[in-house]
């Protein structure tokens, strides 16, 4: 395992996976995986509150999407899984007072789930820096 740290938070990954640093966000991929892992953030004025989240999920919601409440390494927040065009979703709304992360997970409809536990397990390990 090793660790990617930004200004904001880090984050533990298999020693087989790979990250690349875009302006808006990080995306963590094995490199012969299905999938990438987004991440990114924003250092609020205020805590995050529950509105903020639901806000942020709603557009999915609305459209049939379940969210469930979700705890990952020291953060909490919003998770839902969705298809769409052919591709399988997952998404975190993630808040630690006054930092949000928008994590997303995508990968081609036949791979869902090939990679849930070890994107389960990068996320476990969030921490704020």
């Known amino acids: 395992m090793k660790t990617h740290k930004t200004r904001y938070w880090q984050i533990k990954i298999p020693d087989d996976w790979?990250?690349?640093?875009?302006p808006d966000c990080e995306i963590l991929y094995q490199q012969d995986g299905p999938g990438e892992l987004h991440i990114s953030a924003v250092h609020m004025d205020q805590d995050v509150d529950d509105q903020t989240l639901q806000d942020m999920a709603g557009d999915h919601i609305q459209s049939g999407a379940d969210a469930?409440?979700?705890d990952l390494g020291q953060f909490d927040g919003l998770f839902l899984d969705y298809e769409s065009k052919g591709e399988y979703w997952r998404e975190w709304y993630l808040r630690r007072g006054p930092l949000l992360l928008y994590v997303s997970y995508a990968?081609?409809?036949k791979h869902e789930g090939e990679e849930d536990d070890v994107v389960e397990m990068m996320l476990e390990s969030l921490c704020v820096v």
């Open 107 to 109: 990968c081609e409809l």
């Open 18 to 22: 790979q990250v690349e640093s875009d």
């Open 68 to 70: 469930e409440d979700v």
